[in-house]
């Protein structure tokens, strides 16, 4: 029994002893490493002129080796000098397109004042644009080409326009001013989209428009210095950005139940401001 005892004792001895070193051991480490702080401490001057030296070392090879990367061939054009493209000549531009076509559709109403008006609508087409046209009369339709003849590019575009605006119900003489002059534009809409009326209110609000005989008509033509073409419901104005506000807004007027002489005063006070801006 005593010897028992005396074997557990010195077990836990042992263990004891294991304690005590593990304890130790961090508190030696600690003096350690005061140690190498103070011989760090002592060495420091030393210490930060070496790093000094190996870090001007390590700059001197970078900058060498970008010195390296950044030198280029002497031969080579410099970035700065901006290609120089000599513009292409006009016979160069016409060449490298080709025909263009367009068809433009004809009404039925319209076919039988095409065919009369025929040589008035294809001769400025072909002289002042020098477009080929024909008349498709099957499909109901003005074919326009482009040929080797036509100078300016936006040409087709022009007649195209021009038909265009014959088809609509425009006079010859009216629809030539698209293709003299480059400011005048083609406004389309409907009684529908100022104001939804039916039957009679309908009927009374195209009357109003055209007015007895095309008097109101032609008097807002006129005051505006457009053309107006009334078919049915549906309204087309002629005339430069201004000069189609001015008539569109004196058509609106009347649309939604403005009394004429109302309508007269406000374009005479328009016009007159015109003429002022004229003069």
Same mark, same amino acid.
């Given at each position: 029994?005593?010897? &028992?005892?005396?074997?557990?004792?010195?077990? #836990?001895?042992?263990? %004891?002893?294991?304690?005590?070193?593990?304890?130790?051991?961090?508190?030696?480490?600690?003096?350690?490493?005061?140690?190498?702080?103070?011989?760090?401490?002592?060495?420091?001057?030393?210490?930060?002129?070496?790093?000094?030296?190996?870090?001007?070392?390590?700059?001197? #090879?970078?900058?060498?080796?970008?010195?390296?990367? !950044?030198?280029?061939?002497?031969?080579?054009?410099?970035?700065?000098?901006?290609?120089?493209?000599?513009?292409?000549?006009?016979?160069?531009?016409?060449?490298?397109?080709?025909?263009? !076509?367009?068809? /433009?559709?004809?009404?039925?109403?319209? +076919?039988?004042?095409?065919?009369?008006?025929?040589?008035?609508?294809?001769?400025?087409?072909?002289? +002042?644009?020098? &477009?080929?046209?024909?008349?498709?009369?099957?499909?109901?339709?003005? #074919?326009?080409?482009?040929?080797?003849?036509?100078?300016?590019?936006?040409?087709?575009?022009?007649?195209?326009?021009?038909?265009?605006?014959?088809?609509?119900?425009?006079?010859?003489?009216?629809?030539?001013?698209?293709?003299?002059?480059?400011?005048?534009?083609?406004? *389309?809409?409907?009684?529908?989209? /100022?104001?939804?009326?039916?039957?009679?209110?309908?009927?009374?609000?195209?009357?109003? !428009?055209?007015?007895?005989?095309? %008097?109101?008509?032609?008097?807002? #033509?006129?005051?505006?210095?457009?053309?107006?073409?009334?078919?049915?419901?549906?309204?087309?104005?002629?005339?430069?950005?201004?000069?189609?506000?001015?008539?569109?807004?004196?058509?609106?007027?009347?649309?939604?139940? *403005?009394?004429?002489?109302?309508?007269?005063?406000?374009?005479?006070?328009?016009?007159?401001?015109?003429?002022?801006?004229? &003069?």
């Amino acid at each position: 029994m005593v010897v &028992l005892h005396a074997q557990a004792s010195t077990s #836990e001895v042992k263990h %004891k002893k294991n304690r005590r070193k593990i304890s130790k051991k961090p508190a030696r480490i600690a003096s350690v490493d005061g140690a190498e702080d103070h011989d760090m401490d002592e060495t420091s001057p030393s210490a930060a002129e070496g790093h000094a030296a190996k870090s001007e070392h390590q700059h001197g #090879e970078d900058a060498g080796d970008d010195d390296i990367m !950044i030198d280029t061939d002497p031969s080579a054009p410099s970035q700065s000098d901006a290609p120089a493209f000599p513009p292409l000549p006009a016979s160069a531009q016409r060449t490298a397109l080709k025909s263009e !076509i367009r068809r /433009v559709p004809i009404p039925p109403h319209r +076919m039988t004042p095409l065919k009369k008006d025929w040589v008035n609508i294809f001769a400025p087409l072909t002289e +002042m644009l020098q &477009l080929q046209v024909r008349m498709n009369v099957q499909r109901k339709c003005v #074919e326009i080409r482009t040929s080797k003849h036509t100078k300016d590019i936006g040409a087709i575009q022009k007649g195209a326009d021009f038909v265009k605006a014959y088809a609509l119900g425009f006079d010859v003489n009216d629809s030539i001013a698209l293709l003299r002059l480059d400011d005048l534009y083609l406004d *389309s809409f409907e009684i529908k989209d /100022v104001k939804t009326l039916h039957g009679d209110h309908l009927s009374r609000a195209i009357g109003r !428009i055209a007015g007895q005989d095309g %008097k109101t008509k032609f008097t807002i #033509e006129n005051a505006s210095r457009t053309r107006i073409v009334l078919a049915d419901t549906k309204i087309h104005i002629l005339g430069s950005f201004q000069n189609i506000k001015v008539a569109r807004d004196a058509i609106v007027s009347l649309i939604l139940g *403005s009394p004429p002489g109302k309508v007269y005063a406000g374009l005479r006070t328009v016009s007159a401001r015109m003429r002022q801006r004229a &003069l």
